[in-house]
T-cell receptor, first 113, second 111 residues
């Protein structure tokens, strides 16, 4: 049990729609990262938020955006959904420090039709 | 951009046997992570390796890091069926704010 929760667990959308995924955790995790994991592949880093600001981004277009709130919760927003956005979206919480170990939530499985 | 390559991608082995999963990375990474993922589940953190020569062990799994060779290994000793899962390694970029995963090694331990 990592103490990281995500909602919803499953979601079906159609191409062109917008989606918001949510992540929350116990206090103390001041850093949140989001990943996209397509079927049979490794997670791809989307971005990271630290103290409510984006401080690292992978090779994802601007239609992928995020927020981190003072209560440590976070959102991932994806606009203009494409079929290739179908994937498991993982949120990972960590505390900046020596190990920077990441604790992953259970993920949200998004299907775009 | 940091590139992380794992091999093999698939590994089928008998219970009781030993084997090693290899993780090569292309540029400097100040940390190397190993994770386990069961089918349909999220990722479970196994090891974080910080420095050259670091070795960590948990049960039948042992991870090591050679920063000069840009190589980490995950060694499985006397495999049991419960170890069947996909194992990922990941590195962190120099600016500390980007993480890169390998494609994963799908391990199947046959009874």
């Amino acid at each position: 049990e990592t103490g990281v929760t995500q909602s919803p667990t499953h979601l079906i959308k159609t191409r062109g729609q917008q989606v918001t995924l949510r992540c929350s955790s116990q206090s103390g995790h001041n850093t949140v990262s989001w990943y996209q994991q397509a079927l049979g592949q490794g997670p791809q880093f989307i971005f990271q938020y630290y103290r409510e600001e984006e401080n690292g981004r992978g090779n994802f277009p601007p239609r992928f955006s995020g927020l981190q709130f003072p209560n440590y919760s976070s959102e991932l927003n994806v606009n203009a959904l494409e079929l290739d956005d179908t994937a498991l979206y993982l949120c990972a919480r960590s505390v900046q420090g020596l190990y920077n170990e990441q604790f992953f939530g259970p993920g949200t499985r998004l299907t775009v039709l | 951009e940091l590139k992380v390559e794992q091999n093999p991608l698939f590994l089928s082995m008998q219970e009781g046997k030993n084997y090693t999963i290899y993780c090569n990375y292309s540029t400097t990474s100040d940390r190397l992570y190993w994770y386990r993922q069961d089918p349909g589940k999220s990722l479970e953190s196994l090891f974080v390796l910080l420095s050259n020569g670091a070795v960590k062990q948990e049960g039948r799994l042992m991870a090591s890091l050679d920063t000069k060779a840009r190589l980490s290994t995950l060694h499985i000793t006397a495999a049991v069926h419960d170890l069947s899962a996909t194992y990922f390694c990941a590195g962190r970029s120099d600016n500390f704010n980007k993480f890169y995963f390998g494609s994963g090694t799908k391990l199947n331990v046959k009874p």
